[in-house]
C-alpha cells in the first residue's frame, strides 16, 4: 500500500512531468503528498564566498518557491492535498534518500530527461544515484 508519496523536483521538465505523475498516484492511492526540492548552497555557505551577492540568492530562493508553488496548484487542480519542502545537502540524491527514510515515505517519484549509458557516465544523474542506494520504491518519470 502506498500512503506517503515524496516527489523530488528541480524545475525541469522532467520534474513538471514527474509532479503530474505523482499528483495522479496520490489521487489514485489517497496517499499523502510532499514535493520536496534540494538547496545545495545555504546562505551562510554563501555568504562566505568571494563572489556573494544576495541578490543571486534571493533569486534562487524566489525560484525555488515558484516551482513548489506550482506543483502545489497543479496537485490542488486535481484535488489533492499536498505539502512542500526544501532540504539542504550537498549529495542531492543522499538529501533525498535520508529525508524519505526519515519520514517514512514508502515511495519516490522522480522525472529523468533519459540520458544514454554515455551520457549518464559523463554527467551524472541525481535519479541513477537514488536508485543506488537503500530507499524505498522509485518511480522514475
Do not use: N
Not at 520534474?15 to 514535493?35: H, R, S
Amino acid at each position: 500500500m502506498i500512503d506517503k508519496i515524496l516527489c523530488a523536483i528541480d524545475g525541469s521538465k522532467a520534474a513538471i512531468k514527474a509532479v503530474d505523475f505523482a499528483v495522479g498516484m496520490a489521487a489514485k492511492f489517497q496517499a499523502e503528498l510532499q514535493f520536496v526540492t534540494v538547496s545545495t548552497v545555504s546562505q551562510e555557505s554563501a555568504s562566505k564566498s568571494a563572489y556573494w551577492d544576495s541578490r543571486l540568492f534571493e533569486a534562487g530562493e524566489r525560484q525555488i518557491a515558484r516551482e513548489l508553488s506550482e506543483a502545489l496548484s497543479a496537485a490542488k487542480a486535481q484535488g489533492v492535498q499536498a505539502t512542500c519542502a526544501t532540504i539542504s545537502g550537498r549529495d542531492i540524491a543522499a538529501a533525498i534518500v535520508s529525508y524519505a527514510q526519515s519520514h517514512a515515505y514508502d515511495h519516490i517519484v522522480m522525472g529523468s530527461t533519459g540520458h544514454t549509458a554515455f551520457g549518464r557516465l559523463l554527467m551524472g544523474s541525481v535519479v541513477d544515484d537514488v536508485l543506488k542506494r537503500a530507499h524505498p520504491p522509485v518511480t522514475v518519470v
